[in-house]
């Protein structure tokens, strides 16, 4: 790293959402690492500490803080934002991280209120952390806000439920709004991941048809870690990436090249192959 690219973020600021965990924490200590004062937020506030103490210790020259937020809580978002200008001053990043699935199966069996639950999570907390970001950026003479997308925002992930819906929302989010701020140089874009070496993806057992058809498809043959995405976020949040904006980048070892995963495995034994497909009712 030289020390030009390093002089384009010190003393800036960012907050990362989600960043008590995976690709979040990648992220902030990247940025801080940078030179760049960062703020995370997440709901459980000992994990945001113990990623507070680890960036500290790192020997990171940009400053750390953690707030404990709900994303999909406006109040919540609201004073995030107040808080980390309140600290620093200034805002020039934000790195909507936060964000999950559930709720897994065909759409005709799915929860009603887990696929609401998982599009607020994602799209709404995109949304609030646009809403309450935006001015400050604005103010700061233009900045970069980077939602969180996925492989599963533009390939089939079967049996997935909400999280492609949410994902596929939020890339859109990201291209209106960078229509919309241009003026003012306030850049958006998204990041989609790939199968990351993350807490949630080691829900999939090694073991399994999902796990083999991750990689199956995946040139690169391997798995993600946090920090390929966290590079590809520093990147855009640095003026480096001046003239990025309105678009989705691919961070997951050419997987967008193939196919997305089959998780039929994961729900066809417990209901049959009939009703997965609407053919006959659940136990029918």
């Given at each position: 790293m030289t020390s030009s690219t390093n002089a384009s973020l010190a003393g800036r600021t960012a907050i990362v959402t989600g960043g008590g965990t995976g690709i979040g924490a990648a992220c902030a200590t990247r940025l801080a690492n940078d030179g760049m004062n960062v703020t995370i937020c997440g709901r459980t506030e000992s994990r945001l500490?113990?990623?507070?103490d680890r960036i500290k210790a790192s020997g990171a020259t940009g400053a750390i803080r953690h707030q404990v937020t709900d994303v999909t809580v406006e109040d919540d978002v609201a004073a995030l934002v107040a808080g980390h200008v309140?600290?620093?001053g200034r805002l020039d990043g934000f790195v909507a991280n936060a964000g999950g699935g559930g709720g897994m199966g065909p759409y005709h069996l799915l929860d009603t209120e887990e696929f609401i639950r998982v599009l607020?999570?994602?799209?709404?907390?995109?949304?609030?952390?646009?809403?309450y970001s935006v001015p400050h950026l604005v103010a700061a003479g233009g900045g970069s806000f980077v939602g969180m997308s996925s492989l599963a925002g533009h390939k089939t992930h079967v049996m997935f439920g909400a999280y492609c819906v949410a994902k596929a929302g939020i890339e859109e989010m990201m291209k209106n709004a960078a229509d919309e701020f241009g003026e003012v140089k306030v850049r958006f874009?998204?990041?989609r991941p790939g199968f990351i070496s993350t807490e949630i993806m080691e829900g999939i057992p090694r073991e399994s048809a999902v796990y083999d058809s991750y990689i199956e498809n995946t040139p690169l043959n391997d798995v993600g870690e946090p920090e390929d995405v966290a590079n590809l976020v520093r990147f855009l949040v640095s003026d480096e990436a001046r003239w990025i904006t309105g678009t989705a980048i691919n961070c997951d070892g050419g997987h967008h090249l193939r196919r997305g995963p089959d998780f039929r495995?994961?729900?066809?034994p417990a209901i049959g192959h009939d009703a997965l497909v609407a053919k006959a009712p659940v136990g029918g």
């Open positions: 500490v113990d990623v507070v309140d600290a620093f607020h999570l994602n799209v709404m907390g995109t949304m609030l952390s646009v809403k874009n998204a990041v495995s994961f729900i066809e």
